[in-house]
């Protein structure tokens, strides 16, 4: 085999360079040895075939056999000639790594007989070497054991050397201490005591050690002493007074003593702002230095404050509620000067104290102590009392405010006073104060709203005492205007009554205009830069509550409320209230009902964006009552002015001798003014109330029915009263009659309309008539004057109301119960009768309407 | 309801008091061209039958008729008389204020007497409703005696003691309240003492009534729109509701169980109830009537039933609960009687009982000057109007048996 190796040798070099066929050659090589690095398995798999010339499997006779049964012989031929390369190829490989490695083989086993020969030298210097180690050894421990104790020697030295200077620094402290003491450094002087306590404290029982500790003491006891008058003094800045406590905590000294100290240090200066507060709230004691120094009230207030200069709290100064703010600060400026001083310094106390006691950082013993908890304690108590109080004084000038007049200061004041005391909320969290203070401005909302409803409501009556005034003043010479336009057409009516719708839309105007303002006013608590003013526990309360329920909604209750209180308390005797003032009122309620409610509600609600959380007063409620009022309103009017009518009547009935009377040759001047009154109430109703309807009549009324009336109906009653068998009949017809005709309600509610209230004055005025008639006897001439008055009162008031049938049937049953009461009912011819109406009605315009003529006063007794 | 008519008009109505068995009232007509009468009601309860019985009263016509309460056959009226002038005019003259007169023209006064009616007016002149006029003549009332007052002007009513012998009488006449001692007949009447309400304007008593409680003692007298109340045995004012009404006050009624409450009425459609003791606020006030109301009576066993008649032409039935002397609605005990007010506050324990219009009763057509309860029936009464209407009625079976039970 070395044969082949080298033959092959030269021939094989150059596929030597072939990377490829090197590697295959390196592969079978492998292979042959077994060293395949890919492992057995793979080897097994690739190998099972016994036809794989290159697997370890290979079975050369099988192999044949396959290729003589499956190769032709040309195939075989050339399988033979590639086989034979293949050898050939084989063998010069061999020849070749067979060459290679005997090389390498020869240098290796020159190198290692070379390093035989180093490693023997080697030995020998290490056993010189470690004997040499062995003797150092020895050396070293013998120096060692002579140097051990000046060792220990030295040791001992140093610590009695440290010993003596802490024993020097304690015997030096006093000196130190107090020379602290004089530089005012107190600080060094604390921290050296507090380095020194200790020892001092454990070898106390050494009489040398006492001494000095009782020097420290006394020292520091000093030193305790000047802080606590440093602190004491309150001169000093808030950093030295810092410093001071914190020094003197350091002492020992007891917290809560100290927390007291600085509390009631500040309390001192705090009740200082009070009290200047408090002086400002004083009224001053008398009124006529203030006056004289005063360059605000001017010589024309001091006129009118000297007489109640001997009662401080006269009436001037609640009367004329522009005169005492300006003897005083105003609310504003109060609550400025609260803030500045009195709030500011409290915040300032407050946060040295939190920054003194509450927030400083706990350190060894102090912590235990618990010292925040009942420092925050006694804060909380310190700024409570002192906050009521702050408080007591400011509702208490709150509540001097009661001039309605300018809101905004008010508004400005509490915006102010409420902003401040978010500081403190700030500052002392949980603290009672804030929330307080919000009361207080809630409760000062309140206030105001009652007292704009108040205002409001002395707005209203003065309007009205207005009212009556101006309605009490044309009166006086309003009555003839009255029957000038009744009779000389209505250009001459209008003087005094016309100023009736004048009067209302003035008064409503005005109630409207001052409601809007007192609005307005109002609206300033819920402006946007107002602090308090978007808190929910102020905005839907005040608006809804407040302004809406309380302010608005009572309003217009009361004015319901005051105008029945008119028919009541006016219910007997007529009254003192001018039928007019009702009738003016009625006429307001009523718009209330139909429009202002609604109107002035939704304004409201516009305004204060009024949110319904709870239930508020419907606006159809309201316009109910209003409603009501009105109706009561009218039918009182109605009421009054019927029984005025009615009065005259009867005394007219009650005070004549109807027995005894001359024939009538005129209507009765009472009968003449039952007409003018009646005319001068249509016109007084017809301004404000529209006319109504009224059932059709014809063109001629007065007459067409006065015949029927007189001739037909008057003839067949009275005629039978000759006849024995009359009463039967008389009372047949009558009440024939009766059965055929509705029944009259007398006092009955009236509808909102002239004629309806006229019907109702003409029907209570026409039954009184009818019953004193069937108390009294008659003549003849009575029973004929009668008629006259009938006919004249029938020519008139046909006119007035809505059924001009009611004034027949009325007017009827007058005549008819005369002619019963009269001991010779012999009736006056109607031609008669007309004439003398008419030259009754003409010589209407030359009645003044307070005097009788003179030719009906004779007959009158 | 039951409605004779009395042809003629009339004003004046009374229940006969002293008659505790038979339905019957006392009717005056007012009439000044035919003879007045005094028509008696008789009403029979279990078959609905009215008779009625005419007695001349020839005096005048009446204004106000009062029965004896001790004596069915014994009233008084308050009647017109003539006077005829000595120069006679062609018809009788009359007038309320004689001194206003001339000498030469008629005067009539009204006045006061006491009559009797004929012991066989029952047998003697029934008549039938239909037929008012019969042809014999009815009998006449015999008089007793005057109750003379001319000297005291006009009287406008006159009062019997409430249960007493028959032998007192008050009349009011002008501004005068005269108490009259009877003799054992009637047949002599003499003033044993009287009072003048004194005061500025002419004061002229229009309405009275005599107290039955306090020994009757006590007077109640209304004048324009003021009540007064009289202690009879001093005959002087012990109380004076100053505007009891805001018009003229027309009728008075005391409350028959509770001594010191009081029913007044007047032109201001105002039914009113006073405590005397109290005499600033009315208790109650009821408002029910349209026009003015002119009588007012108590239920004389019950009185939480008040009746009112009106010249609205109505009659209304309430039921104050409230103030009456039942306020549960039931009969108190004969004992319990004295201590009514007592009861009063017990009222919370029960179901309290509003006070209430029973009803309203629309029969007649003019106005309605008197109402009255029957003294036989305590569920009957009877109204009068103008037209000679008078309508009986009852109170409404289930508040009777309410009111019972």
């Known amino acids: 085999m070395d044969g082949d190796i080298n033959a092959t040798a030269p021939g094989t070099t150059p596929p030597d360079t072939d990377p490829a066929r090197k590697r295959r050659v390196h592969g079978m090589l492998k292979l042959y040895y077994g060293l395949n690095e890919e492992g057995k398995t793979v080897d097994q798999a690739e190998s099972m075939d016994p036809c794989d010339i290159n697997g370890p499997h290979f079975d050369p006779e099988v192999y044949l056999n396959k290729l003589r049964r499956e190769c032709s012989l040309g195939e075989l031929m050339d399988q033979e000639t590639c086989m034979v390369k293949q050898i050939r190829s084989l063998d010069s490989d061999m020849q070749t790594l067979v060459y290679e490695n005997y090389n390498k083989f020869i240098s290796a086993t020159d190198t290692i007989r070379k390093m035989k020969n180093d490693f023997k030298k080697m030995e020998d210097e290490m056993d010189c070497l470690s004997t040499n180690m062995a003797s150092i050894t020895d050396f070293s421990a013998r120096i060692s054991g002579t140097l051990q104790d000046q060792h220990a020697q030295i040791t001992k030295l140093s610590g009695v050397h440290t010993l003596l200077r802490k024993l020097q620094f304690l015997f030096e402290l006093p000196a130190r201490l107090n020379k602290c003491l004089e530089l005012q450094a107190y600080a060094q002087a604390v921290s050296s005591h507090r380095r020194a306590r200790c020892v001092l404290q454990q070898y106390s029982h050494m009489p040398s050690f006492r001494g000095i500790q009782d020097d420290c003491h006394a020292i520091m006891d000093k030193l305790a002493q000047e802080l606590r008058q440093k602190f ?508 055929f005709s509705e029944r009259v309600e007398i006092f009955s509610p009236v509808e909102f309309n002239k004629v309806s209230v006229l019907t109702g004055i003409i029907k209570i005025s026409l039954k009184t008539f009818l019953e004193c008639v069937r108390l009294r006897t008659f003549g003849r001439y009575g029973l004929q004057q009668i008629q006259v008055d009938c006919h004249y009162l029938q020519m008139y008031l046909w006119r007035f109301v809505s059924d001009e049938n009611l004034v027949h049937f009325l007017l009827d049953e007058i005549v008819g119960s005369t002619a019963h009461r009269c001991l010779d009912p012999a009736p006056m011819e109607q031609s008669v009768i007309e004439v003398i109406c008419e030259r009754g009605a003409t010589c209407i315009p030359v009645f003044l309407p307070l005097t009788v003529p003179p030719a009906s006063l004779s007959s009158c007794p | 309801m039951y409605q004779p008519y009395l042809v003629l008009q009339a004003r004046a109505l009374t229940s006969q008091t002293a008659e505790s068995d038979a339905i019957r009232f006392l009717v005056g007509t007012q009439s000044l061209k035919f003879d007045n009468q005094i028509h008696i009601i008789d009403f029979d309860d279990e078959n609905n039958i009215i008779s009625k019985s005419v007695l001349q009263h020839q005096a005048g016509e009446i204004w106000h008729i009062s029965a004896s309460p001790a004596d069915k056959a014994v009233l008084t009226t308050c009647y017109n008389k003539s006077e005829a002038p000595a120069l006679s005019l062609s018809q009788l003259g009359a007038s309320v204020f004689p001194a206003q007169v001339v000498s030469s023209e008629s005067r009539v006064v009204t006045c006061g007497a006491v009559w009797r009616m004929p012991p066989e007016w029952e047998s003697g002149s029934h008549e039938s409703p239909d037929d008012p006029h019969n042809s014999h003549n009815p009998q006449n009332l015999e008089l007793l005696c005057h109750l003379d007052n001319s000297s005291h002007g006009n009287a406008s009513c006159v009062l019997w003691e409430p249960m007493g012998d028959g032998k007192h009488v008050i009349s009011l006449a002008d501004n005068h309240a005269l108490l009259w001692d009877l003799t054992e007949s009637s047949t002599q009447a003499t003033i044993s003492s009287s009072a003048t309400l004194e005061g500025k304007g002419q004061l002229k008593f229009t309405a009275g009534k005599w107290s039955p409680h306090h020994n009757c003692t006590q007077l109640a007298t209304a004048n324009d729109t003021a009540i007064r109340g009289w202690d009879l045995r001093t005959m002087s004012q012990i109380y004076c509701i100053e505007n009891a009404h805001g018009q003229l006050v027309r009728d008075l009624d005391f409350n028959p169980n509770k001594q010191y409450y009081l029913a007044s009425c007047g032109d201001d459609c105002k039914v009113k109830f006073w405590d005397v003791r109290n005499i600033n606020e009315p208790v109650k006030t009821l408002e029910e009537h349209s026009h003015w109301v002119w009588s007012v009576r108590f239920n004389h066993s019950h009185d939480q039933l008040v009746l009112t008649g009106s010249s609205d032409s109505r009659v209304i039935l309430s039921n104050m609960v409230s103030i009456s002397s039942e306020p549960f609605g039931h009969l108190v005990d004969d004992d319990d009687l004295s201590d009514g007010e007592d009861n009063h506050q017990d009222e919370k324990t029960q179901e309290p009982l509003q006070d209430s219009i029973i009803s309203t009763y629309e029969e007649h057509e003019d106005s309605v000057y008197a109402v009255e309860w029957s003294s036989a029936d305590p569920w009957l009464f009877a109204s009068l109007s103008y037209d000679g209407r008078l309508v009986i009625n009852r109170v409404p079976r289930a508040l009777k048996y309410h009111i019972l039970l």
């Open chain 1, 232 to 739: 004491r003094d309150g001169g000093s800045s808030a950093k030295d007074l810092s410093e001071c406590v914190e020094l003197l905590l350091q002492l020992d000294e007891p917290a809560e003593e100290l927390c007291d100290k600085f509390l009631s240090h500040a309390q001192s200066r705090l009740e200082a702002d009070l009290l200047g507060l408090e002086a400002e709230l004083r009224p001053p004691l008398s009124y006529g230095p203030t006056a004289v120094t005063d360059p605000y009230t001017g010589p024309a207030h001091r006129l009118s404050v000297e007489p109640t200069a001997g009662s401080p709290t006269g009436p001037s100064s609640l009367n004329n509620p522009f005169l005492s703010p300006s003897s005083r600060t105003d609310i504003l400026e109060f609550i400025d000067r609260g803030c500045n001083e009195f709030v500011s310094s409290l915040c300032l106390v407050i946060a040295s104290y939190q920054e003194l006691f509450v927030n400083r950082p706990q350190e060894g013993e102090l912590a235990s102590k618990n010292i925040p908890q009942m420092a925050i304690g006694k804060l909380h108590a310190f700024v409570d009392a002192l906050a009521t109080r702050y408080f007591s004084l400011v509702e208490r000038r709150i509540q001097e405010e009661k001039s309605v007049g300018d809101n905004s200061l008010l508004v400005r004041a509490l915006d102010r006073f409420h902003r401040r005391l978010q500081a403190v909320a700030k500052l002392l969290p949980g603290s009672a104060v804030p929330s307080q203070g919000t009361e207080i401005v809630v409760r000062a909302a309140r206030e105001r709203i009652k007292q704009y409803l108040a205002a409001l409501q002395s707005f209203y009556l003065n309007s009205l005492t207005d009212v009556r005034q101006a309605l009490a003043a044309p009166r006086l010479g309003g009555s003839s205007a009255g029957v000038g336009s009744h009779l000389g057409g209505p250009a001459t009516g209008k003087e005094a009554p016309a100023s009736l719708p004048e009067l209302l839309s003035t008064l409503s105007a005005s109630i409207l205009n001052q409601i809007k303002s007192v609005l307005a006013s109002v609206h300033l608590f819920t402006a946007k830069d107002i602090t308090f003013s978007n808190k929910p526990y102020f905005k839907g309360d005040f608006c809804s509550h407040g302004v809406r329920e309380s302010l608005v909604v009572n309003f217009i209750k009361f004015v319901c409320q005051s105008s029945r209180q008119f028919c009541e308390s006016a219910g007997d005797r007529g009254g003192s209230t001018p039928p007019a003032l009702l009738l003016l009122l009625s006429r307001l309620c009523l718009d209330y009902e139909t429009s202002t409610i609604t109107y002035i509600l939704t304004l409201t609600d516009e305004q204060f964006l009024v949110q319904h959380h709870s239930p508020v007063t419907a606006v159809t409620a309201l316009c109910g009552e209003a409603r009501e009022a009105a109706q009561k309103l009218l039918n009182h009017y109605v009421k009054v002015q019927g029984l005025i009518i009615s009065q005259m009547l009867r005394k007219s009935v009650e005070t004549r001798d109807w027995v005894n009377t001359i024939e009538p040759r005129n209507v009765r001047a009472v009968m003449k003014r039952v007409v003018e009154d009646t005319t001068s109430i249509d016109v007084q109703v017809g301004l404000l109330y529209e006319e109504g309807v009224r059932k059709a009549h014809s063109s001629d009324s007065s007459k067409r029915t006065f015949s029927v009336y007189s001739s037909s109906r008057q003839q067949t009653r009275y005629a039978p009263s000759y006849t024995p068998s009359a009463p039967m009949d008389t009372n047949l017809l009558s009440n024939i009659h009766k059965l």
